[in-house]
């Protein structure tokens, strides 16, 4: 079946400017999981949701980083007045509940802040 | 802090041989690790996982072992293989679902 997929797999835009980087989880998956991965390091959790509702937004950076998932479905990860230590690849993952270990990964939204 | 360490940044080992990395993790109330494996331009593909309840898992042509008295964690690979060749982290799970991972390690397969 469909993994994660994720989208736009590239974003390139200027400092101050804002983004949304879109997550669709696998079909039936309630839990979803937003990391931010820096170059040449491992992913760093920002949020989960366990359906529509942040369970943990504990890793968020700061107030310009915001996610969404209306639905319980699809989720955006929103940056507003992007700076350029705003660039790494955003990965989503989603599981089947809060109860299941396993995270399955997308392939990630690379975003370069010039 | 919350970290999830490796000893070594680099591995490169020849084919067919077998591999070992290593993961220092600082949680102690930790239930759940996990090894990731990630290529170039793709998310972590999960290999195999443990629960702290075990000491050792098999997989096909992995192992984890985990050391609680130390807080070690190693995946070894049997019989390398070319498609081994990614970076390999670890992670630990804190609280109910926050996955903590740790630098990575880059594993080369030799010809």
């Known amino acids: 079946g469909a993994g994660v997929s994720q989208t736009p797999s590239n974003k390139v835009t200027e400092k101050g400017k804002y983004v949304e980087l879109r997550c669709d989880p696998i079909?039936?998956?309630?839990?979803l999981y937003w990391y931010r991965q820096s170059l040449g390091q491992g992913p760093e959790f920002l949020i989960y949701?366990?359906?529509?509702?942040?369970?943990?937004d504990s890793g968020l950076p700061n107030d310009r980083f915001f996610a969404v998932r209306p639905e319980g479905s699809v989720s955006t990860l929103k940056i507003q007045r992007t700076e350029r230590g705003d660039s790494a690849v955003y990965l989503c993952a989603s599981s089947f509940d809060e109860g299941a270990y396993e995270q399955f990964f997308g392939p990630g939204t690379r975003l370069t802040v010039l | 802090g919350e970290s999830v360490g490796l000893h070594l940044p680099t591995l490169s080992v020849q084919e067919g041989d077998n591999s070992i990395i290593n993961c220092a993790y600082s949680n102690s109330a930790s239930d759940y690790f996990i090894w990731y494996k990630q290529e170039s331009g793709k998310g972590p593909q999960f290999i195999i996982d443990i629960r702290s309840n075990m000491d050792k898992r098999q997989g096909q042509r992995v192992t984890v072992l985990l050391n609680k008295t130390v807080k070690h964690l190693s995946l070894q690979i049997a019989a390398t293989q070319p498609g081994d060749s990614a970076v390999y982290f670890c992670?630990?799970?804190?609280?109910?679902?926050?996955?903590?991972f740790g630098q990575g390690t880059r594993l080369t397969i030799n010809p």
């Open positions: 992670a630990e799970k804190w609280g109910a679902q926050k996955l903590v």
């Open positions: 949701f366990q359906g529509t509702g942040a369970a943990d």
């Open positions: 079909s039936g998956h309630t839990a």
